[in-house]
């Protein structure tokens, strides 16, 4: 089965950059993905990359990519204290009719100091 | 944008009994919606993929006589836990794929089941 792995905790000050990294097994995978779930809340996506994609940037996020390696990292700049969360990196395999089976890593616990 | 919701978000039932939780997709129609589990401070784990108007695809591991899934109509996906016991106890989080966008899934808040 396909293993996607991650750090457990990351710590950082308010204003410095997140690193988040993530490695994954399945090199079929159709999209790679970035979740963030509070504390007792379901999960929110906050960006996705198509495996022929090396790097995207959206606002505070950027995503890398290294198909070669397996490696996905998630970087936020400026982080805030409501940046505090868990967040999960997920692969995406094509289900037949549609749609992407997900398997998510093991989540990082960021955690912001002030 | 698209919304799904779960219903209970919480539940406390005795051992033996059956538990059933709703997902439902408040704006949208979604034929394919998804069930997952997730255990304190651990990843989610996919039980079940399924399609409204036939049989739920389940997981390796995951017993589809304990954890019967019904998607009857476009916009509702049950999941009932049938016989619980105390290590049925989790989060169980549902999410429906985004129409018109194969890439994308919409998650619901999460139902908290304990089992006592």
């Known amino acids: 089965g396909e293993d996607v792995e991650q750090s457990l905790f990351l710590s950082v000050r308010e204003g410095d950059s997140s690193v988040i990294n993530c490695t994954y097994t399945?090199?079929?995978?159709?999209?790679l993905y970035w979740y963030k779930q509070e504390p007792g809340a379901g999960l929110q996506l906050l960006t996705y990359i198509f495996s022929n994609m090396d790097m995207k940037q959206d606002q505070r996020l950027t995503v890398l990519l290294n198909k070669k390696d397996k490696h996905l990292s998630l970087r936020i700049a400026d982080t805030q204290t409501g940046d505090s969360a868990i967040y999960f990196c997920a692969e995406g395999l094509g289900l037949t009719g549609g749609g992407n089976k997900l398997t998510f890593g093991t989540g990082t616990q960021l955690k912001v100091e002030l | 944008g698209a919304v799904v919701s779960q219903h209970p978000s919480w539940v406390i039932c005795k051992s033996g009994t059956s538990v059933k939780i709703e997902c439902r997709s408040l704006d949208f129609q979604a034929t394919t919606m998804f069930w997952y589990r997730q255990f304190p401070k651990q990843s989610l784990m996919l039980m079940a993929t399924?399609?409204?108007?036939?049989?739920?695809?389940?997981e390796q591991g995951v017993e589809k006589d304990k954890f019967l899934i019904n998607h009857a109509s476009l916009t509702l996906s049950t999941l009932t836990v049938t016989s619980a016991h105390p290590e049925d106890s989790s989060f169980y989080i549902c999410s429906a794929r985004a129409p018109g966008l194969s890439y994308e899934q919409y998650f619901g808040p999460g139902t908290r089941l304990t089992v006592t």
């Open positions: 399924s399609n409204e108007g036939s049989k739920a695809t389940y």
């Open positions: 399945d090199s079929s995978s159709t999209y």
